[in-house]
């Protein structure tokens, strides 16, 4: 996200109240308009669906099917999103401008290309009583899914927000309206034609833009797989932050007891997805928090330091630098932890109004409030995560993301296996082990700061 705060600077700087609330409104929409625009697009289409006499169990198996797409998608690609962002960011440093088009356009390749030869064979052996068509579709919406984020990332680090909020929205809008359209003439098939057509006009718009941005001489490359050209270690950060997020759910849709099937061999669970889905929605302020304090206030003296240490400044200096970044990551971290503390009170307030507003049981309350918490800590986490990557601590944000892989896989198992009155706790216990570790490692890294920056590198 590096650059935003550049936008965010210029509405800080009218000093008004004014100003402070675009600014958060601002950082609120980058960093969670995309995946609020997504889901309120796939809740679209089951809610009109369901108004105009859909049968339920297809609008069930779709957002079932969907919510896979997202899961398996985002998996696999974490081996590449942040590496190949790193990638073109050594690209740009080093005014190598025309090896970034051509390497993006082998990187969407090798995804969609290993997407297909991955998931067709499997698909057509998991999914025996459902129609070719829907199989086929299955793996074209996978590959065009796995193609979105390597060209999402991309754009962000083209600092094209307000582009990706635009195409987000007008690909969302049509995958709602076509797959509405399409449902009335081929049911379930349709709604995925409709998701799948969607999709292909939200990635040809990404592409698009790219296009306009960047140009080369030659059409493709595959620089990227050189060695050297991507690190490992954010190969598997991606890939363990995707599986982590994704873990427990994964548990509990195939925990027999916590699970049903719905179409195939795919299966959810009804007791904890519905709350898990409710307490995401409450990081949106946490994410505006995250962006105006660590994008603003910490870059500002992150970029003094480091130029201060190449331009060869006074030691005093250098401290100086130091000792304010320090502050403000601190400061960023904790108004961070406080507007999620916030919004964790709120919904401790209001979730039994919640929950009957939706018409949903108030027997999911005591979830929904752990839920709660396990999400706040994931913000905190992410902002750790995203200090440790400005310093350059690839190895440490390996191991923390392993850490958080790990800790989800064991307290969900145990939460699992105590029983419905622990449901959550393990999300939640996995996060907060997480924090803490990862705080007790900035910490360190901090200390060691000049150090490292001028013994080791």
């Known amino acids: 996200?590096?650059?935003?705060?550049?936008?965010?600077?210029?509405?800080?700087?009218?000093?008004?109240?004014?100003?402070?609330?675009?600014?958060?409104?601002?950082?609120?929409?980058?960093?969670?308009?995309?995946?609020?625009?997504?889901?309120?697009?796939?809740?679209?289409?089951?809610?009109?669906?369901?108004?105009?006499?859909?049968?339920?169990?297809?609008?069930?198996?779709?957002?079932?099917?969907?919510?896979?797409?997202?899961?398996?998608?985002?998996?696999?690609?974490?081996?590449?999103?942040?590496?190949?962002?790193?990638?073109?960011?050594?690209?740009?440093?080093?005014?190598?401008?025309?090896?970034?088009?051509?390497?993006?356009?082998?990187?969407?390749?090798?995804?969609?290309?290993?997407?297909?030869?991955?998931?067709?064979?499997?698909?057509?052996?998991?999914?025996?009583?459902?129609?070719?068509?829907?199989?086929?579709?299955?793996?074209?919406?996978?590959?065009?899914?796995?193609?979105?984020?390597?060209?999402?990332?991309?754009?962000?680090?083209?600092?094209?927000?307000?582009?990706?909020?635009?195409?987000?929205?007008?690909?969302?809008?049509?995958?709602?309206?076509?797959?509405?359209?399409?449902?009335?003439?081929?049911?379930?098939?349709?709604?995925?034609?409709?998701?799948?057509?969607?999709?292909?006009?939200?990635?040809?718009?990404?592409?698009?833009?790219?296009?306009?941005?960047?140009?080369?001489?030659?059409?493709?490359?595959?620089?990227?797989?050189?060695?050297?050209?991507m690190y490992r270690s954010l190969m598997w950060t991606g890939f363990f932050f995707n599986l982590a997020v994704w873990a427990d759910k994964i548990m509990f849709w195939y925990y027999p007891p916590t699970s049903a099937q719905v179409i195939g061999p795919l299966r959810a669970s009804v007791i904890y997805d519905f709350p898990i889905f409710l307490s995401y929605l409450s990081v949106i302020p946490g994410m505006a928090v995250f962006l105006v304090r660590i994008e603003t206030d910490f870059v500002e003296y992150y970029n003094k330091f480091y130029d201060a240490v190449r331009e060869g400044a006074p030691l005093e200096y250098i401290e100086r630098m130091r000792n304010h970044m320090v502050y403000y990551a601190q400061r960023g971290l904790f108004d961070i932890a406080k507007i999620q503390g916030i919004a964790v009170l709120i919904t401790f307030a209001l979730g039994g109004q919640l929950l009957s507003w939706l018409g949903i049981s108030s027997l999911y309350l005591p979830l929904l409030f752990v839920a709660v918490v396990g999400a706040a800590l994931q913000v905190v986490m992410l902002g750790l995560l995203n200090v440790m990557f400005y310093l350059d601590q690839r190895r440490a944000v390996v191991t923390l993301t392993g850490i958080m892989l790990l800790a989800n896989i064991v307290f969900t198992g145990i939460s699992l296996k105590l029983g419905a009155a622990w449901f959550g706790y393990g999300f939640a216990l996995a996060m907060l082990t997480t924090v803490l570790v990862g705080l007790m490692m900035l910490k360190r890294k901090l200390q060691a700061l000049e150090y490292e920056t001028f013994m080791l590198q």
């Open 1 to 229: 996200m590096a650059g935003i705060g550049f936008e965010l600077r210029k509405l800080l700087k009218k000093q008004s109240f004014t100003g402070l609330i675009q600014a958060y409104t601002y950082a609120g929409l980058i960093g969670s308009g995309p995946w609020i625009l997504s889901i309120l697009g796939i809740m679209a289409i089951g809610l009109f669906s369901l108004s105009i006499g859909g049968l339920s169990i297809h609008v069930a198996q779709f957002q079932i099917t969907v919510t896979y797409l997202f899961m398996i998608s985002l998996v696999l690609t974490g081996f590449v999103q942040l590496s190949f962002t790193r990638f073109v960011a050594d690209r740009l440093f080093a005014k190598d401008d025309a090896a970034i088009l051509p390497n993006f356009n082998g990187l969407i390749l090798a995804v969609m290309t290993a997407s297909i030869i991955l998931t067709l064979p499997v698909v057509l052996y998991l999914f025996p009583y459902q129609s070719v068509l829907y199989r086929l579709l299955f793996v074209m919406a996978l590959s065009m899914l796995g193609a979105i984020w390597i060209a999402t990332v991309f754009l962000t680090g083209m600092k094209q927000y307000n582009a990706i909020l635009l195409i987000f929205f007008v690909g969302y809008s049509a995958t709602t309206a076509m797959a509405l359209g399409f449902r009335e003439i081929m049911g379930m098939e349709g709604l995925m034609i409709g998701f799948v057509m969607g999709h292909f006009l939200l990635l040809g718009g990404m592409i698009w833009l790219i296009y306009k941005n960047y140009r080369s001489d030659r059409f493709i490359a595959f620089d990227i797989w050189k060695r050297g050209a």
